[in-house]
């Protein structure tokens, strides 16, 4: 039977625990990396990461990545989650629609938990919640490409959107600045904060 790999967060989300996979051989990640345009994801820190100082966390979220793409995991593959507040793809993005089922499976199977997925694949998140109904206990936020250009009004079946801005920028709406997340928890609550105002951070 085979696991999830659960990773422990450090630096800015020091304190949670996290269910990632490998941006390095994700085929949106790689393309969105790549790209002419101007987007964060010109700035990965992931792509950074694994590619460099962790590169020994690449086999373990490389399981995760075939794991939880292939196939509908079994109730006994299904992680209890002990945590209050747990993170998906804090590495990584949604590879297909079977790897979002099976992380909706992770969060109805412990209801007692707060799981925040942060996305831009808003055309998976929309062709799978138009059939099935989206876990109160899931807080889906949009991942913004455009640098400088908030994005107030999250796409459908989302709760909020995550934004980047230079530093300059919109000063007065940044409203993620560096804390730990452990210490601010905006994103992981259900509280009408629909738009997360962030400054780039350049990797």
């Known amino acids: 039977m085979a696991n999830v790999h659960i990773s422990k967060m450090t630096g800015k989300l ?3 625990k996290a ?4 941006t390095t051989t994700n085929k949106f990640c790689i393309k969105m990396n790549s790209a002419k345009a101007e987007t964060i994801c010109k700035h990965c820190y992931s792509h950074t990461m694994l590619k460099g100082y962790r590169k020994n966390m690449a086999p373990a979220l490389q399981r995760n990545s075939d794991l ?5 995991l079994s109730t006994e593959e299904l992680p209890v989650i002990l945590e209050a507040f747990f993170r998906f793809d804090a590495h990584g993005e949604l590879i297909n629609i079977q790897h979002l089922e099976n992380l909706v499976a992770i969060v109805e199977h412990n209801p007692h938990c707060n799981f925040a997925l942060w996305t831009k694949r808003k055309d998976y998140v929309k062709r799978f919640f138009d059939h099935f109904e989206k876990p109160e206990n899931l807080i889906l936020i949009y991942s913004n490409p455009k640098i400088s250009s908030i994005m107030a009004t ?3 079946y989302f709760d909020r959107t995550f934004n980047n801005v230079l530093e300059h920028e919109d000063v ?3 409203n993620c600045t560096g804390q730990k997340c452990k210490d601010c928890l905006l994103c992981y609550k259900h509280n009408g904060i629909t738009t997360i105002v962030e400054k780039v951070k350049k990797y």
Do not use: A
Request: aromatic share 6%; glycine share 6%.
């Open 14 to 16: 020091e304190g949670f």
């Open 19 to 22: 269910i990632s996979t490998n």
């Open 68 to 72: 939880l793409s292939s196939r509908t």
């Open 154 to 156: 999250p796409p459908l």
């Open 172 to 174: 007065d709406k940044q």
